[in-house]
């Protein structure tokens, strides 16, 4: 998938469906969904920009865009940190969080963040939840922000 809105590209697992956009929220300029082997749960990557984010606070903003997702995607739940960490995507600085969740209901998922400091005035990033804290599809969202590129 190229979303040049973002300024990423990013690997489709088989078996994801690509959403044209057309429902996504301001925030996001392109989207993957799959569904759990049951039907239900199941998992979806969002990609979106935004505006600059300095390298010595990209840490700090991607942690706070997590926690403020989680929030967003299991309302009145808890998150806990399972990784932060620095990294790299196409050669620029980039941040990855991700956090377990849990809702008032005790449907549980899990959020990975990878914020892209693309040039001094714009960022992206790649959003993945899922469903369910297990395997398999915590594996292809993994894959999936692994793979991101600039483009």
Do not use: C
Request: no cysteine; glycine share 10%; hydrophobic share 35%.
């Amino acid at each position: 998938m190229t979303d040049t809105a973002a300024g990423l590209s990013y690997a489709v697992p088989e078996g994801w469906k690509s959403n044209d956009g057309k429902s996504l929220i301001q925030a996001f300029t392109s989207s993957i969904t799959t569904k759990g082997p049951d039907g239900h749960g199941g998992a979806v990557v969002l990609a979106g920009r935004g505006g600059p984010v300095d390298e010595s606070t990209l840490r700090q903003r991607t942690e706070t865009a997590a926690r403020s997702n989680a929030e967003f995607f299991y309302p009145d739940g808890k998150s806990t940190v399972e990784d932060s960490r620095a990294t790299k995507v196409s050669g620029r600085s980039a941040y990855t969080v991700v956090l377990s969740t849990r809702d008032d209901s005790g449907r549980a998922g899990r959020l990975r963040l990878t914020i892209v400091a693309k040039s001094s005035d714009q960022s992206a990033f790649l959003l993945g939840v899922t469903e369910s804290p297990e395997p398999p599809a915590n594996r292809e969202v993994d894959a999936v922000l692994a793979s991101a590129a600039v483009v």
